[in-house]
């Protein structure tokens, strides 16, 4: 089970941290990702991690604004927003992609697991 938090409203240019809490299995085997969707458009990548944290990815819309990182031994995903624009409002949902591969990876189809999403809102 995959459990997002720290989702809230701020101001354009203000910060935000968001944490994925992973119970019942290790996260150390698994790539994780976060991904954002508004009302009536796809689910679309925002970054990845791979299972080691050696490599990540990002969006463009979002790189060198926000950065991904895990703590394995606490089982926890998070994603630093900083510079936040209105166009960053969305629901955040993290994703958990068993594999192998120390890896990123960018495609919704990819992953397994879930969270259930937190909602970031973002004001001008």
């Known amino acids: 089970q995959l459990v997002e938090s720290g989702g809230g409203s701020v101001q354009a240019g203000g910060s935000l941290r968001l944490s994925c809490a992973a119970s019942g299995r290790t996260m150390s085997t698994y790539a994780m990702g976060w991904f954002r969707q508004t009302p009536g458009k796809e689910r679309e990548f925002v970054a990845s991690?791979?299972?080691?944290?050696?490599?990540?990815s990002y969006a463009d819309s979002v790189k060198g604004r926000f950065t991904i990182s895990r703590d394995n031994a606490k089982n926890t995903l998070y994603l630093q927003m900083n510079s936040l624009k209105p166009d960053d409002t969305a629901v955040y949902y993290c994703a958990a992609k068993n594999t192998l591969l120390d890896s990123t990876y960018t495609y919704v189809s990819y992953y397994n697991s879930w969270g259930q999403g937190t909602q970031v809102t973002v004001s001008s």
């Open positions: 991690i791979s299972w080691s944290g050696s490599a990540t």
